[in-house]
């Protein structure tokens, strides 16, 4: 999609933790995944650097932050500068990695697969993880169809290619190549009865009239479509060759 008018009010508010459950999700999910000192990982869509800055400290794991927008990369590299423990920040592509085959350990999407082309995206994920190794993606997820101007009006704001429910998830990650696939909604991780705890922002420019009308629509489909429009959390692993 060429529409990036919500991906730039993201970067206009440095939002931090901007993906469905936030921090607490991001924290709950990692503390239950068999992330291992040294292992390599790559934050595709790291955004302002916030998840790669825990997975850098919480871990132990060689981490990679990689995203497509100036703004993001700037605020991730200053983030990583200023970190305890650093991390490597890629100015690049989902749909194109830039890096060789059977890179990483670990690819962790949040709330970004569905902004790119998702096919072209999750073959991407395959192709850069170990045998062995897993993608966790937290994405956008419908729980049931929605009408055609439904669907345009929704599209058009996030600059979203295509609406997907799980099973529409899982083929696309079952057709990149991944097998043991599962899908979790945010009620089965332990952060479940934690008081939620809303992204933190930093204003890096004067707020525009755009911008404020993304929020304002944003805010209004969150409120209009808040039973059909949810989310998942989906991990996959690239089968070990024998």
């Not at 729980?143 to 345009?152: F, G, H, N, V, W």
């Not at 979790?184 to 991780?189: E, G």
Request: charged share 25%; proline share 3%.
């Amino acid at each position: 999609m060429n529409n990036h008018r919500y991906i730039d009010f993201l970067a206009k508010l440095a939002i931090d933790s901007a993906h469905p459950g936030g921090r607490q999700l991001t924290e709950a999910i990692i503390s239950e995944a068999s992330i291992k000192a040294g292992d390599r990982i790559l934050d595709a869509g790291c955004g302002t650097g916030a998840t790669s800055a825990f997975l850098a400290e919480k871990t132990g794991a060689g981490v990679t932050g990689l995203d497509i927008h100036p703004k993001m990369v700037e605020l991730a590299q200053k983030r990583s500068a200023a970190a305890s423990t650093p991390f490597q920040v890629v100015a690049g592509s989902a749909e194109q990695l830039p890096f060789g085959d059977e890179t990483f350990d670990w690819v962790l999407s949040e709330s970004v697969t569905a902004f790119t082309r998702m096919a072209q995206s999750a073959r991407e994920y395959f192709r850069v993880l170990r045998p062995g190794g897993k993608l966790i993606a937290i994405e956008m997820t419908i729980e049931e169809r929605l009408s055609l101007p439904e669907r345009k009006m929704i599209q058009s704001l996030y600059g979203v290619a295509g609406l997907l429910t799980e099973d529409d998830w899982k083929k696309i990650w079952e057709k990149a190549g991944f097998s043991d696939i599962k899908a979790w909604k945010d009620s089965d991780f332990s952060q479940k009865a934690a008081a939620v705890e809303l992204p933190s922002y930093r204003l890096t420019e004067e707020i525009d009239e755009e911008a404020l009308d993304v929020w304002l629509s944003h805010l209004q489909i969150m409120l209009t479509y808040k039973d059909i429009l949810s989310y998942r959390i989906y991990q996959a692993e690239k089968q070990e060759t024998l």
